[in-house]
């Protein structure tokens, strides 16, 4: 089932042709080069990534790979990386080629102290460099929110990378016959700046917006870099319904067209159960997570998922899960935050509670969007990644943790009932891994496809 809500869209590249601008990143400095001719450039992208420039090896090492470690000196108790392929075979030759890695689940360069090309029968780095304390690597960056006529207003505008802006909580009233997102050189907008495509990547008028978060792509070559001014513009009628100016010298990842990388999610999934097609996906945003579940369900039935009472196997008691679902009838969505004290039904504070029996203003979960289509119930919500009282539980980003889940029939108060399906076997999420999706991909789906285009999320953004 193909299913991306734009919620997610800022993860996602949308476009895969080489960029003109010459930006790759923070510049760490050279390979120090000792065997078979190793050199190369190399780059902080973002915490997590790497890139190297004209990156070249003979190739006649006998079982040389990109290692990085958190020790003083480079040796070989450190973490393999895969290649920029994704391979974990022995480095092939490269002459002069332009790659880009990713650290290991639970690393980033906070913690890596060296980088290396690392022979592991000889024992020896063919060439490396040493990874500078509190480098600051490139990062999200926010910038002035929108704010001008006819309702033109949003949050703290996100520069995600030098290709993408995040705009979260943006309005518009719609009544202008002409209105684009625009860009340009110099402070002011004028008729000499460009369009910005909108979130679907459509060069239209604007239409409603009512507190709507929205990614938007720079078209073509540009970049953050080569821009002044943002805002909204009416192109018939030369008029500025509002705009910002963008700082200089912002220290924002590059683009992955930028890098010359082909465009690929930044999303994970995994499949719960198979008849129902439960699926949990999810994605890192600063201090939050955007989690989005889907399964096919009954009316009146919930799905739940989160974290385990116990971290390393499935325990229901002490577990703090979201329950969810969505409503056939008005097709509203639902999100609450629960604490599992013990298997029953809750009576009073005990049992399985929605936070919000057990303590006033403790549900830290938030409804982003919910939806039914062909039959499957569509739920994406927003929860910290800290654990924001003591009814919930901190979500581990550096290594692995046990969820749990359940589906059931809701009550007459719109509370769990006692389960119908669960989780039986020990399911262990490492929620900061490399992206991964682990979800079938249908070739087309039409009807999902299309509430991909109409459904935008809010999310909220970090501070």
């Not at 476009?15 to 990143?25: D, I, N, Q, R």
């Not at 997570?289 to 971290?311: C, M, N, P």
């Amino acid at each position: 089932m193909k299913f991306l809500v734009n919620v997610f869209s800022l993860f996602i590249s949308l476009h895969a042709t080489t960029a003109a601008v010459e930006y790759y990143g923070r510049f760490i400095g050279p390979l120090k080069s000792y065997h078979h001719g190793v050199t190369g450039d190399v780059y902080a992208v973002d915490a997590r990534t790497l890139h190297i420039r004209d990156f070249t090896y003979d190739g006649e090492g006998p079982a040389a790979y990109f290692y990085v470690g958190t020790t003083k000196t480079v040796n070989g108790n450190g973490h393999r990386l895969n290649d920029e392929r994704g391979s974990a075979n022995a480095l092939p030759p490269y002459r002069k080629k332009h790659i880009t890695l990713s650290l290991p689940e639970g690393k980033t360069l906070h913690n890596i102290k060296w980088f290396s090309v690392w022979c592991d029968e000889a024992a020896v780095s063919f060439a490396d460099i040493k990874i500078p304390k509190n480098l600051d690597f490139p990062k999200p960056q926010k910038i002035s929110p929108l704010a001008g006529i006819h309702a033109v207003s949003s949050e703290q505008i996100v520069v995600v990378d030098a290709q993408t802006l995040l705009i979260p909580s943006f309005s518009y009233d719609g009544e202008a016959p002409d209105a684009k997102f625009w860009a340009g050189r110099g402070d002011k907008p004028s008729p000499q700046g460009v369009r910005i495509p909108d979130e679907n990547g459509k060069e239209v008028p604007l239409r409603k917006y009512d507190h709507k978060t929205i990614v938007l792509t720079l078209p073509r070559d540009l970049t953050i870099f080569d821009i002044g001014h943002f805002g909204v513009w009416c192109e018939a009628f030369t008029v500025d319904f509002g705009h910002i100016k963008v700082p200089r010298g912002l220290n924002v990842p590059p683009s992955l067209k930028m890098l010359g990388v082909s465009p690929q999610s930044k999303l994970n999934c995994e499949v719960l159960h198979d008849q129902l097609a439960f699926e949990v996906r999810w994605a890192l945003a600063g201090d939050s997570i955007v989690v989005q579940l889907v399964a096919k369900l009954e009316d009146g039935e919930y799905l739940s998922f989160g974290l385990s009472g116990d971290d390393r196997r499935n325990v229901m008691i002490g577990g703090d899960v979201v329950v969810a679902w969505v409503d056939h009838e008005t097709l509203s969505g639902n999100v609450v935050d629960y604490f599992l004290d013990s298997k029953s039904q809750c009576a009073g504070t005990r049992g399985s509670c929605p936070d919000y029996r057990l303590q006033d203003n403790t549900a830290s979960v938030r409804l982003l969007n919910a939806a039914l289509v062909n039959g499957y119930s569509i739920v994406t919500y927003q929860r910290p990644i800290k654990a924001h009282d003591v009814w919930d539980k901190s979500i581990l980003t550096n290594t692995s943790q046990a969820v749990i889940w359940a589906v059931g029939p809701l009550n007459s108060k719109q509370e769990t009932s006692y389960h119908s399906l669960t989780s039986k076997r020990d399911i262990l999420l490492d929620f900061g891994r490399t992206p991964k999706w682990n979800c079938p991909i249908p070739e087309s789906d039409a009807a999902l496809a299309a509430t991909n285009e109409e459904v935008n999320e809010e999310i909220d953004v970090p501070h």
